[in-house]
């Protein structure tokens, strides 16, 4: 297993980067030749396998005191850009998005047989770049209706902090530790979106997101890699 994640890991950031550059390449040119760019906005949630996402934390007072905090629900927000290689409504192009989610939780337990108090305040947030193919069409005059499928580099990092109170000792014996974690992954990701023109330059619509990545995280429950779905309202300009 580790051997694996190494390799992966090694080989992640070339692979993605060289994929980026022919698909630049190739954008460059679509640019040139077409002088449309579709930019997106992009408002929405995403849930990922709860698993990957939930995290441990145990207790000085009381080592067998274990706290799990689920942190694989989150809002999600960012931008897309798609390239198209073609004028015409139906076409092929590139696909390209900057997403950015994260997610924050406060709680507490006792340990010690109920003595001390423990208080834990997690963060997490994940960075998601991404570029692939898309094809779209067009229904009738006000829609239109687009996939896309391609790679991904998945950045994340946790942290949390910790503060225990032990009141059989006078005065309160309190100890405070932070703990982080941060990790990146390489994967994928499939899309599917529909959108209804406003105006001629302007569209408004939803997107479904499916990812799946090798990224994990060490105080998580389960390293088997974050794969989730995301949903977004989406709101177009055409350049």
């Not at 798609?82 to 406060?106: C, E, M, N, Y």
Request: with cysteine.
């Amino acid at each position: 297993m580790f051997c694996k994640r190494a390799i992966w890991k090694q080989l992640a950031i070339p692979l993605f980067f060289s994929t980026t550059f022919f698909l630049s390449t190739q954008t460059a040119y679509s640019a040139e030749s077409t002088q449309t760019v579709y930019f997106q906005g992009y408002v929405g949630a995403a849930s990922f396998n709860e698993d990957s996402m939930t995290f441990v934390e145990s207790s000085d007072a009381d080592p067998d005191t274990i706290t799990t905090t689920d942190l694989s629900s989150m809002p999600y927000l960012g931008f897309a850009a798609q390239f198209p290689l073609s004028p015409k409504k139906t076409h092929v192009g590139i696909d390209a998005s900057l997403l950015f989610g994260w997610r924050s939780d406060d709680s507490s337990v006792t340990a010690g047989n109920g003595q001390a108090r423990v208080e834990i305040d997690t963060n997490l947030w994940l960075l998601d770049l991404s570029m692939g193919l898309y094809a779209q069409t067009a229904l009738g005059e006000s829609w239109r209706l687009y996939g896309a499928v391609g790679p991904l580099l998945l950045f994340g990092s946790y942290s949390d902090d910790t503060k225990e109170e032990n009141p059989d000792v006078s005065p309160v014996d309190v100890k405070k530790e932070s703990n982080s974690d941060s990790a990146f992954g390489f994967g994928g990701y499939a899309k599917l979106g529909l959108e209804y023109a406003l105006s001629s330059d302007n569209y408004v619509g939803i997107a479904v997101r499916g990812i799946t990545t090798n990224l994990d995280f060490d105080s998580a429950l389960d390293d088997d890699g974050v794969n989730g779905l995301q949903g977004f309202l989406t709101f177009t300009h055409v350049y």
